[in-house]
């Protein structure tokens, strides 16, 4: 059954590859909802499609083999074809596209023998060439595939064996459902396994899934509940539960299922429990699990998509006119046939007639198909595969540009659809997302503010000012051409803190530090192949906070013995209670993983998975000598219930994490064990804990900026320094940063414990009672633990100020709380407003005392909520809901997300090229319009309108009232900017106020939309693309942008910090904003121009070449009669003039890329697609028609009334004709390299000695074409000379005239920025500024005087201006 | 805060379509060559089409064209060519009698003899040509109705001709040899020149009927069937003649070296002609001495075999006397078109130069666009 649904999945893709292209496309097999209405029933029941799984070799054998027939093997096949089925299947593929079968049609109607016009052989030839290409391709790609497939499929794995009763080496492709599979640390992950047993003691695995979805943080999963707490392993044979789940689909983030055991015991099984294939395990050291999908069946397989295929703008305008050459093509069949109709019936029987008593009617009927034979070209089958071929060349060029691979991520431009590289040239709409797209999404705490005082953090803020202005000094001599510009070099930021560091540090510990790609790193070198970045969101300017002293003044005093008592007291006056549960929210509140880097390597070379698990054993062997000691200085006096936890098995973890910690620099633990051997195993003495405090005093006491100061930490600081964050979201990395800036250092965190310094009190163990995870409805996220000062049930919750502000109680019966509380919020409210306006990102943090009874009551709830299977995910919700209620606000953080480097330089040129920029974030609306602000979005000339109502028709009348504003301000006011709204924008979505909308947004320069849903976006975009029609494109970097991505006309995702979604279901993916403006002002501009420009040159040749034959119908009775030997007839097209257009689609190039950069106006000639506008169309084909009557006619009367035979006179009228076509591309192209020249001269070499081996050796072949002796007699003729000399210059020179005129009169931007390219640097920089200059004053003419900075401009580039032409007299 | 949503990325490290195009997967962490022709900066010659630009061209076809164009007028000039029409459509004419009567099946020779005068002595070799207007031998059908291997002398093709020569393949169930429309239609008027002394005898003009097919032709492609020595009309017993002949293809001369398929009207005759109205090589008129003129001025008489019918479909034909330069036969219209396109390039480099004056400097120094 399931192998029948993936053969029918594999036969729908194949057919419709458009089906499963989208990203988002529904799952094939859309996981069951259980609908049983029984609530409260926990109980699973077996409905509709579902799997089971049981043990491979386990005790009920005979039961598995039954059922396990279905389920597929791990081989996978993605390969299309096999040896067998290549043929028949690449063809029937091919034959989908509506050219192929026009061209098998016609190969069969040359077949039919009334209207045969060629040997049926040649008229093949086109045909069977182009699908050999294209067969040819496919054959290539399928078989890197299938090596991919083979590689994959013989990794080896370790699989139990039922034989020899251990876990053995196996290939992953005979791997099979209910296989236990044993994996250990750096492994990938053969099949989707439920998770049965890990070595962790908590029974939790990591693994990290960069393989499937680009993202490096690690994510955690769990052993099934009830297996981990039997504490024994796992054993196969004895393994009698079985596992119930979905069948297999799609949806990474859902899996349920249940394990039963044979004594009916059931336990849910999720997500957490599910090990997908393709990641890999981290952090842990062998786990076991039990395959559940594999092969095809496994969600990796399941979410695989193909290419996607969009049709370009340029494409439709070509698929028009390839209609209306079709019409030509009609009309010329109709005329030949209507004429030979009229010929033949004006006859008397002549000799030359052969008699076959046809009516001339029918006659003329069947010469109609005769001379859509005969002018078939005319129609460009070539066209469609050299288009294909060109894009893989542009494509190339794009993929290869060095600018693009600038900057330390270092993974370039990804060109993920193949067949839209002209749409970057004719952008009209840009829509941008915001965080991580125009800001790095690399979160930095700024400031907080605490019970309601402000802590501005002014060194920090200094220190980011740092940050950019170091950036801004490596780029100066980047581009010299504008010293405002900045090419963001972080490794050079980078190589310095390293070198700062190298001081002080083994250089054995430096590759610990995040990502240092300059290190020549033994372990660093592996990872060239494939990790972008090796750990999630910690470069060094979200680590170093540099905390703000009055805070650190006031958390200074915390050691103070009576802080318990603050506590107990309850007193709310107190202000430290608040720090202090302000910092634990900080370093409590997140579900960030501590690791440490030594581990953390990823290892993507599948070949040798094996690898650090030798360090491992190396560790096992170190531990005796020295683990016990370091792992007692971890616990704390403070800690309860540490002892009892310290299994052997943590220990060793404990003991792995401090190694990694301290990074095999081996002169640390000498000195630790030179410590231990005095010091009891497993109580602490008293000594040791003030030898901790002593060292984290003499810590405090140090300059806070030993980074750059280079000071000398002791060796705790060491490894501090070390700790290592794996967080899903920058935000909270930066968090937890911001707290351990302020020794609140998260340690460690288990499932069940957290360890925290605290400053002056050390390390403290908090036991972890429930992480209630963030998600996108709730906008907020809690955890409950035991505070470990007052071992009361503590919720610290941390959000959206929307979503935690509404949460906030007062206490009612105590008045003066009450009060202050309030004070509290409303000055908090206050920081929040002001944050944001300064466009950080705003987060409240609250915390709720929980009553000992209450939690247990909520507990009870909340266990039932996780394990119920129905509803499940609702049940949670509630249960979440309900505790995080009656807050206490704690404070608010304000994290500054800097903007990329070049983000306002790019704006700026997309705005000069014509681009309207829009930006559709979620953010607020202040921080919004702070960021518009920075990134000169929004200029301080601008006028801003925004659009914020409550209901449709307060909206209708404001959108009214606007554009009243906009028409009178036009001309007094340098442009408007509108803001609008989530809530509003729905309003105009819903209530048909789209054209309003529209007419608005279409006067303004700039249109932001603040909080608004990923729905919304693409709705937006769609709204513009399909009401104005216009090009739009769409550039995100998250998961919330991927609607829009896909709705517009070309979507970019930006490779960035929030996974890969966005660049998997985008066309183009860039790593940074900036390169937006390269990517379109130059290689969009350039594929558009080289694309439309070797698309009219087709069209041109065609036709240009076809109506020679046309012509010739004229004088041979319409009888579709060829002057051309056959066989030049046909290869004309597809050898002697194929490779120079191909060559000029890739290479030409009008414009230099400096100047195409410099000059972003000229980009509106691709915008208006004046290269290839209809009209333009039209006079190609005029100037086609023109040339052929000069290449037919002037051979004509040159040979008229002479003994010249039929093919001699097609010789000179073919060579000129190939002349002209070849000359025609000279005239037209824009640049001639050597290649070029080689090119045309090969094509033309080619040609004649075609011609001559040819004439020279057919002697009975090609009847009646016979060409024996024509070229060789033609070649000795001067008279064939003197005729293609004449015919090829009266051909071309309208051409030459007019475009020598039309530039010289009235020369193109394009033409005239050519030319400005062949200056000398000087003279081209000094017009170029010239150019601006006459620019803006155009501009200013137009909105009849602006805002004083425009002037300003406009005076320099004019004094600028000036000088240029002073010198140019001179 | 993000959701951290996640779903695949590419199965097991490797995508199954985009990457065989683009690898994407290969090209991410490789930095890309910084050469000259991954960058696009090849040096390139970029020429810019401006009236500046392009004058010096103009004036230098202009320059060359003007002379070549004169030289070819005045070889063509220099070309004395005579043409008369026989076909006898007038009433007046002699041959209308004649041209009247013809059918393919008539046996029955008709003569008829047009007297004409040259004015002009034609000094070097000259050539006979038989002119035939209206005559479409390049409709498509008939271009095809031939056998190529048969002519080149193949004996299977010359028992079971090519189906192409339908319905010239075929008669009374024996092989036409040679098949096909074309061999058919054979020209078989006969042309015979006399010369009028002033005192009124006749003399007979020498007519060289070899040597006016091509070399390739005569002795490449065609050939008689098992080779030349031996007696044609054994080697193609068996074989009938085509319906409209009125002797076999054994019998188109006596001599062996033109007989059969090679002769050598026969194979200027296969060559079928580009244009509905064309000449053929007839017969070449060699220069005795260099004394004598070929064909001296005076009167002279055209004596013509009768036999092919050219009015049903309005076909003329004529006889024309030419002499022969490198440029071939007289044809004013290259030379004319020369000069013609010369001089307009040198009157548009004219033009071009003023444009360039008026606009030039304007364009050359840096821009000012308005």
Redo the contacts between chains.
Sequence with gaps: MESLRWVQHRCRRLLFPESGLSWYSPADSPPQKNRTTSGDSPAYKPAGKRRMVIARHGPYQDEYCSISKGYQGNRIRTTKYTILSFIPMNLFEQFHRIANLYFLFLVLLNWVPVVEAFQKEITMIPLVVVLGIIAFKDALEDFRRYRFDKVINNNITKVYCGKQRRYVDKCWKDVCVGDFVQLACNEIIPADMVLLQSSDPDGVCHIETANLDGETNLKQRQVVRGLAKQGSDVIPENFDSRIECESPNNDLNRFRGVLENPNKLRVGLCNDNLLLRSCTVRNTETIIGIVVYAGHETKAMKNNSGPRYKRSKLERRLNTDVLWSVVLLLVMCLTAAIGHGLWLSSLKNPAFIIPDGISPVLAGFYLFWTMIIVLQVLIPISLYVSIEIVKLGQIYFIQNDVDFHSGRLASGVQCRALNITEDLGQIQYVFSDKTGTLTENKMVFCRCSIAGVDYPHEDNARRLELYRDQDCDDDDDDDAGRPTTKVKSRSSLRSLSCRSLNCNHSSVSLHTLTGCEMEPDLQTEPLDGGAPRQTAFSSHMEKDVIPDPQLLHKLAQLPSPSLPLLYSTGDSSQEIPYIVDFFLAMALCNTVVVSSPGLLLPNLTLEVPRNPIRSLEDLKLLFPRFGVPRFAALSSPGGNGLQEAESPSNFTQRLLFRMKGSASSFALPKVDVGEGEDSPVRAPSPAQVELGALVSEAAEAEPWLEVESGGDGGPDQDEAEELMYEAESPDEAALVHAARAYRCTLRARTSEKLVVDLPGLGHLTVPLLHVLPFDSLRKRMSVVVRHPLTSQVVVYTKGADSAIMDLITTPKDDRQAADRLRHIRERTQLHLDDYARQGLRTLCIATKVLEEEDYAMWLKRHSYAETSIENREELLQASTSELETDLTLLGATGIVDQLQEQVPETIEALQAAGIRVWVLTGDKQETAISIACSCKLLRATDKLLTANCANKEACEVLLADLLKTVEDGRGAISGFTLVIDGWTLELVLRGGLEDSFLKLAGCCRAVICCRSTPLQKSQVVQLVRDKLGVVTLAVGDGANDVSMIQMADVGIGISGQEGMQAVMSSDFAISRFKHLRKLLLVHGHWCYTRLANMILYFFYKNVAYVNLLFWYQFFCGFSGSTMTNYWVLILFNLLFTSAPPLLYGILDKDVSADTLLQLPVLYQAGQDSLTYLPSTFWYTILDALYQSLACFFVPYFAYADSDISVFSLGTPINTSALLIILLHQVIESRTLTWMHGAVLLGSAFLYFVFILVFSSTCVTCNSPSNPLGIGVRHVSDPLFYCVCLLTTVLALLPRILYRSISNSICPPDLVKAAQMDRLNPDERKRSIQLWRASQLAALESQSGGGGPLLINAEDEAYRQGVGATGSAVS | ??????????????H?????????GV????????TAF???R??????????????P?FFV?GLI?IP?GIG?YVTSNNIKEFEIDYTGADMSSPCFNCSQGPS?NSTWPCHCSIAFTLDQPFESNVFM?Y?LSN???????????????Q??G?KSSLRNP?K?CE??RTSDNKPIAPCG?IA??LFNDTLELFYIDPNGTRTQIPLMKKGIA????KH??FRNPGGTNLNLSMVFQGTAKPV?WHEPVYELDTDPENNGFINEDFI?WM???????????YRIIQKKSNMTPTLPRGNYTLDVTYNY??L??E?RKRMILSTIS????K?P??GL??IT?GS??FF?GVV?LI??HK??NR????????
């Design positions: 805060m993000m959701a951290s949503g996640y779903s695949a990325k590419e199965e097991d490290g490797h199954p379509g985009a990457s065989g195009a683009t690898g994407s090209a991410k962490s490789k930095k890309p060559d910084n991954k960058q696009q090849l040096p390139a010659w970029q020429p810019i089409l401006t009236a500046g630009t392009v004058l061209a076809i064209f070549i070819l393919w040509y002119g005559f479409y031998q390049n409709h498509r059908r008939y271009v095809k109705s031939r056998d190529d291997s002519l080149n193949d090519s192409e319905p010239y429309a058919n239609s091509w070399w390739t032709d490449v492609k409209n200027v060559r079928t002609a580009a244009l509905p109205t064309f000449r053929k090589l019918p050219v049903s479909f076909g490198w440029m071939g036969g044809n219209f290259l078109a020369y396109v307009v390039c548009l071009l444009i360039h606009y030039g364009n050359n120094s840096a821009d000012i666009p308005n």
